[in-house]
């Protein structure tokens, strides 16, 4: 058992315990220690061990035999729920619990996504009947289900459900909040993924984003990161390989700067735009040899064009070759 495992279950001990040294009645007892398990579910899920949130989620739910006094509180534990099972279906080695009663029939990852959305469908409705049509918090469980239609390449339902949180967060939070920003960045990645869309509508979503996130005084580095980086890969598919290298450069930036907690998003990137930065060198090289067949070798004007080249190499890791642009732009008396 993992050391952070090891304290989950000490802590959750601890609280039976306490029930036992000082004894509540049967009903107060049960929710104290369902209340242990959320918070180490929240914990599990924080490190990224969604299995482990999961288990620990279900075991508070089963806990609380009794009908909730805070419903509230209830469709935050459902609300986990589904974003666990999100989690899961996104990733391809899960394998289902032929423990868990409710994963004896899941033979695909569309299933467990299948399983998020009713979680979250029942969250978000204890949280309109609670709170109102209006409320922050369902716009917040509008989004995670709007996540779980994105994941699972149901754009017109995830689109739907993100316009609305995003109506909801205009209202009652402001234009300019990092929450609405945070919409629009979705929104975005609808647009770059919907066949039937434009590539410009996707950007002209990431490029709002940027600016609302301009105005923000703590914005998600995360999220910031990855408009960056998606307005990017928006960018190399329109074929605008300078503006595309603009932002790539921006994303890695800030995913550098915030490691090791952005250290998969900063793979995603590099992953989803690996032959950006081989093809911009390729442009950059191109355009240096076409100058210096009509220019002298020593011409001011191929300036541009080695300093373009030298960021172009040391991007695509070609370093010999940023070492020859340098040393062509000190004969020139540049450097």
Known sequence: MSQNKCASAARILLTILATLIFPLNSAKSQSAVAEAYMEEGKRAFDAGDFRGAKKLFKQAKDLQVTPYKDQLYLASLLNNLGECYRKLAADPAYTPDTNDQEEKNITSNRDLYAVAESYLKDSIAIKEKALGRY?????????NLGSVYLDDDQLEESEALFRKALAIREEKQGLGHCDTASDYVRLGEIALNDARRS?????????????????????????????HGKLALTY????QLEDA???YDIALSI???????TKSQLDALKSELQQLPQDMYAKAANELRDMKSSLPARSPQLIPFLKKLDLAARRAGK???????ERYLKRIDVI
Not at 135 to 143: D, I, K
Not at 255 to 261: D, I, T
Request: hydrophobic share 35%; net charge negative.
């Open 135 to 143: 409320s922050v918090v369902l716009a917040t469980g509008l989004e």
């Open 199 to 227: 590539y410009v509508e996707a950007a002209k979503d990431y490029k709002t984003a940027l600016r609302i996130y301009e105005h923000c005084s703590k914005p998600n580095e995360a999220i910031l990161g990855t408009c």
């Open 245 to 247: 290298c603009e932002h």
């Open 255 to 261: 995913f550098a700067m915030h490691l090791p907690k």
């Open 236 to 239: 190399y598919t329109m074929n």
């Open 319 to 325: 370093l010999d070759d940023a070492a020859y642009s």
